[in-house]
């Protein structure tokens, strides 16, 4: 069973950056990439974005384009955030996701990084 290990979350002041990590040990065949996601108390889920293994396809969501940056290590398998010009509404737990062909279809969670930005 694969497992997606997040971290690199904290407390940051309003303006600030933090570089998110999450890592898997296991890339199962049916996968096709990684996304992020975040989840702020009392809301919805929210897509962030997402890459392919190879890193050439990366999406973003409207909230973030511009100052959040999603990378990929593939031979490590291990899936970066980089996230600056941080604002009090980026509050949130951080997930990490891989994903598969279909909608598409977001498989194997993490289990999240706390991100707390001060204002």
């Known amino acids: 069973q694969a497992r997606l290990v997040a971290s690199g979350g904290g407390l940051v002041p309003a303006g600030g950056s933090l570089r998110l990590s999450c890592a898997t040990s296991v890339r199962p065949f049916s996968t096709l990439g990684m996304a992020w996601f975040r989840q702020a108390p009392g809301r919805e889920r929210e897509f962030l974005g997402r890459t392919s293994w190879r890193g050439g396809d990366i999406y973003y969501g409207d909230s973030v384009k511009g100052r959040f940056t999603i990378a990929i290590d593939g031979a490590s398998n291990t899936m970066y955030l980089q996230m600056n010009n941080l604002k009090p509404e980026d509050t949130g737990i951080y997930y990490c996701?891989?994903?598969?062909?279909?909608?598409?279809?977001?498989?194997?969670w993490g289990q999240g990084t706390q991100v707390t930005v001060s204002s």
């Open positions: 996701a891989m994903f598969s062909d279909g909608d598409p279809t977001y498989d194997y």
